[in-house]
C-alpha cells in the first residue's frame, strides 16, 4: 500500500472556503485502478495559517503514479490555482510506503 499526502498553509479565515472547494470539486478517483480512499484532515492553527492535509490510500506507489499521469488527475486538477488568496504556498507533498 502507499499513501500520498499534500499539506496545505491555508490562510486564517479562508478555512471553510477550503472545505468548499474540495467538498464541491470532482476528484475523478473512483475511474482510477489502484485507488482505495480519501480524506481531507484539518489540523492546527497557527498565527499565519491553518494546516490541512490530503490523504489517499493506494494499492501500490505505481497506482499513485498512473493516477498523476491520467487524464481523471488533470480533470480534477483543472482550475485549482482558482483560489489564491486561500494557500500560502504551494503544497507540500509526501509519499509513503506502508511497512507494516
Do not use: C
Request: charged residues 25%.
Amino acid at each position: 500500500m502507499f499513501i500520498a499526502m499534500n499539506r496545505f498553509k491555508i490562510a486564517l479565515g479562508k478555512e471553510a472556503d477550503f472545505i468548499h472547494i474540495w467538498k464541491s470539486r470532482d476528484t475523478y478517483l473512483d475511474e482510477v485502478p489502484g485507488f482505495q480512499d480519501f480524506h481531507l484532515l484539518q489540523g492546527p492553527s497557527g498565527e499565519s495559517h491553518t494546516l490541512f492535509v490530503s490523504h489517499s490510500r493506494w494499492d501500490s506507489k505505481e497506482a499513485f503514479e498512473n493516477w498523476t499521469q491520467s487524464e481523471a488527475f488533470k480533470k480534477a486538477h483543472a482550475g485549482a490555482r482558482a483560489a489564491g488568496d486561500i494557500y500560502l504556498g504551494p503544497p507540500q507533498f509526501e509519499g509513503f510506503e506502508v511497512v507494516l
